[in-house]
């Protein structure tokens, strides 16, 4: 038997020893899921994947705009990932304009995407009739988060159910010398700051005036001041190490009960599971203040770039299939602290927060579109430039009124 024999043989046992066809379909998936709670909740879906027959090669970025980054220069450098992580939002349409990705309308039409996708998602994932992304996870990015152990310590007896209410659990924390508010001085996390203020404190209304509608008299009301004045009251909560802390730094801040309250997206609940604590036993999840509080919608997608090798539309189709299926569904969401993008999942093995979440997104008037769903990138960057910069200086309110006002008309 010659050398090249030898070889072909050789690799014939590796894939039956492995239970790997050599003509399995296989997938080189970007993500930026790098942190513990996100990292056990991706290997849900390679599991999937593999049990479906597929081959799953990861490719983990730290930190979302780097990984969409290598993504998108990957793609012009002519060496396309099979499928790759974004936000249900605007950050991929460009890419669908541009023609760079494959539509995955074959599963999405197979499994009837349109009967239990939420509007939202829909209207994100649905470009000019075909299907560029597959959804896998829903978050709402303001739920505020508290540790037991330091509420009971500061002598905070219940959940504050209103913005006061908040303020003065705030205060307790404060002068029991714990850190009242945990957070990451990073620019994408006053954002949700901001978010969370306007959608319990401005309401509805506004929140679609300000985001969507990107009304000039909305932006310059008195209720939209007293938004921006709440947001940066919070300022004086934080701790000074916030600066450039990452988000899961803070959460641990409230796992190991050095801080009492975090408002963060859900993908916090990962963090708090991976530490072994139990939500109504070690921390709270509050989804907003009172019952008809926005359920704001966010989340991550995968796309999926044209390329030339034959095979990977293949391992994008099973991909597609895969990581919507009712079980992986589950299982990633349980990992992850997200939502299931579909309803007609068995959520009995979720826990609380998760079936409060799914309770409220079953009343579709509470279920809103994070900023990024309205906004372009460039106007989304731009306000989220003015918010950091008004949370970090002292910048007069009516100014950042203005400058809120050019960047959204800028970017129309």
Not at 343 to 359: F, N
Request: aromatic share 8%.
């Amino acid at each position: 038997m010659n050398q090249a024999k030898v070889a072909a043989v050789a690799l014939m046992a590796i894939a039956f020893c492995s239970g790997v066809h050599a003509d399995a379909p296989k997938a080189e998936v970007i993500h930026w899921w790098t942190s513990g709670g996100e990292s056990a909740a991706v290997k849900t879906i390679a599991e999937a994947y593999r049990s479906a027959g597929g081959v799953w090669v990861d490719t983990a970025i730290a930190v979302g705009e780097q990984a969409r980054s290598v993504t998108v220069n990957r793609i012009v450098g002519g060496n396309p990932p099979t499928a790759a992580q974004f936000n249900t939002t605007k950050q991929f349409l460009d890419m669908v304009e541009q023609g760079v990705l494959n539509n995955v309308d074959q599963v999405a039409i197979k499994d009837g995407w349109e009967k239990f996708l939420p509007e939202t998602v829909l209207n994100v994932v649905r470009v000019k009739g075909h299907f560029y992304a597959a959804p896998v996870s829903i978050h709402m990015p303001t739920w505020i988060w508290y540790s037991k152990a330091a509420f009971k310590k500061a002598g905070i007896t219940g959940e504050p159910k209103t913005v006061d209410e908040l303020f003065a659990a705030l205060d307790k924390l404060k002068t029991a010398g714990i850190i009242p508010l945990a957070h990451g001085g990073q620019a994408w996390q006053e954002n949700i700051l901001f978010t969370a203020i306007l959608a319990n404190l401005g309401g509805k209304e506004l929140y679609l005036k300000i985001l969507r509608d990107r009304d000039p008299i909305a932006v310059k009301s008195e209720a939209f001041k007293k938004v921006l004045v709440t947001f940066k009251r919070l300022r004086g909560y934080v701790d000074n190490g916030a600066p450039g802390r990452h988000w899961n730094d803070a959460t641990a801040l409230l796992i190991t009960g050095r801080a009492g309250i975090q408002i963060m997206g859900d993908w916090a609940k990962g963090e708090f599971s991976n530490a072994n604590q139990v939500p109504g036993r070690d921390f709270g999840c509050i989804a907003g203040f009172g019952a008809n509080s926005p359920y704001i919608i966010q989340g991550d997608v995968f796309v999926f770039p044209k390329s030339k090798d034959p095979n990977a539309a293949r391992a994008q189709m099973l991909m597609a299939s895969v990581i919507t299926a009712p079980a992986t569904q589950v299982q990633f969401s349980i990992k992850k602290g997200s939502l299931p993008i579909r309803t007609d999942v068995d959520s009995s093995k979720m826990d609380l927060c998760a079936r409060q979440g799914l309770e409220i997104m079953k009343d579709k008037s509470r279920q809103l579109g994070n900023g990024e769903i309205y906004l372009s990138p460039d106007q989304n960057g731009a306000l989220a430039d003015i918010l950091t910069a008004y949370w970090n200086k002292d910048i007069a309110i009516e100014k950042v009124q203005r400058d809120i006002l050019a960047a959204l008309k800028d970017g129309q």
